[in-house]
C-alpha cells in the first residue's frame, strides 16, 4: 500500500472517531432516525423515510450502469474507506451539528433514485472498496453514506478533483 494511501485511510478513521459512532450502544435499527456521519461541514443523517431524504439512493448490485461500484473488503488496509465504531461516544453526539444536514433515504429498486449503488464482495470494476466494523452501521448504510459523501464532494470540488484528493 502507498503511503499516500494510508494516509488517506489514516484520516477517514480519524474523521470517524470525531463522528462518534457508538459501538456499545444497543443495535439500533438499520434505518435509525439518528444514524448520522459528520464530514467537514455536512453532516450525513440516514432517514427511513426515503421520499422525504436529500438524496435518494437505490442499491442494485445488478444494476447495468450504476454510478458507483462499491466492492466490500474484510480488510481495513484494502479499503479507501471504513467504518468503525468509537464505544466512548453518545449516539446523539454524531447528529448534533451547527452545520447542514443532508439526509439519506435508500429506496426499493422499482423506485426513482438520485444515485444507483452497485455492492458486492465480488466486484474488479469497482469505483471504491468500503470496509465496516459496525454495530450501528451496517454495509448498506455505509454504502449510501459513501456515495452522498461522494455525491456532495463532486459538486463542491473542481471538475479534477476526486473524493481521495478533498480534505479531510
Same mark, same amino acid.
Given at each position: 500500500m502507498s503511503g #499516500?494511501?494510508?494516509t488517506y485511510v489514516q484520516r477517514v478513521l480519524i474523521l470517524l472517531i470525531i463522528a462518534g &459512532? =457508538? $459501538?456499545a450502544a444497543p443495535?439500533?435499527?438499520r434505518s435509525s432516525p439518528r444514524l448520522c456521519l459528520a464530514a467537514g461541514s455536512l453532516t450525513y *443523517?440516514? @432517514?427511513p423515510n426515503a421520499s422525504a431524504a436529500d438524496l435518494r439512493v437505490k442499491i442494485d448490485p445488478h444494476a447495468a450502469h450504476p454510478d458507483l461500484r462499491i466492492q466490500l473488503v474484510d480488510a481495513i488496509d484494502s479499503a479507501d474507506f471504513a467504518v468503525v465504531d468509537d464505544a466512548g461516544v453518545s449516539p446523539a453526539d454524531a447528529c448534533a451539528t =451547527? #452545520? +447542514? &444536514?443532508?439526509t439519506l433515504g435508500a429506496v426499493s429498486e422499482a423506485e426513482a433514485a438520485d &444515485? @444507483? &449503488?452497485s455492492l +458486492?464482495? !465480488? !466486484?474488479? !470494476? $469497482?469505483d471504491l472498496k468500503l470496509y465496516v466494523h459496525s454495530v450501528r452501521f451496517g454495509h448498506r448504510d455505509a454504502a449510501t453514506l459513501l456515495a $452522498?459523501? *461522494?455525491h456532495y464532494q463532486k459538486e463542491a470540488l473542481p471538475a479534477k478533483a476526486t473524493l481521495e484528493e478533498a480534505s479531510w
Open positions: #499516500g494511501r494510508m &459512532i =457508538p $459501538a443495535h439500533f435499527p *443523517q440516514v @432517514t =451547527p #452545520g +447542514s &444536514i443532508k &444515485i @444507483t &449503488i +458486492s464482495r !465480488d !466486484d474488479p !470494476d $469497482a $452522498a459523501m *461522494q
